[in-house]
């Protein structure tokens, strides 16, 4: 992937769109139960593991994506490709851990 601009292009784009829409599920819910209005996606993140929706070792995991997401699309030139691969290998399964969370309690 690092090797390959085609590849990590469209890596960091498939990062950005699954932390967009976790992001976008966890402001749904945060509207349905009424508790407030997230400022941002990391603010989503966190109201979400305050409230226990999510454990709060994975809100901070997905607080951590999201400050990496804000990097790729605010200050791509600051990007450290070899910490996207790190975040890849090692918090991916964070995604899946946010999806079984929220089908668990909501679905």
Known sequence: MLGDPKSLGA???YFIVAIESCASVGNHIISREHWGIPESYVDT???????????????????NMARFRNLLVHLYWKVNDERLYEILQ??????????DCITRRYL
């Open 90 to 99: 090692s918090h991916l399964q964070d995604i899946e851990e946010f999806v």
């Open 45 to 63: 993140f966190v109201i979400l593991g305050r409230k226990g929706v999510v454990p709060e070792t994975l809100a901070q995991n997905l607080v």
């Open 11 to 13: 890596t960091k784009y």
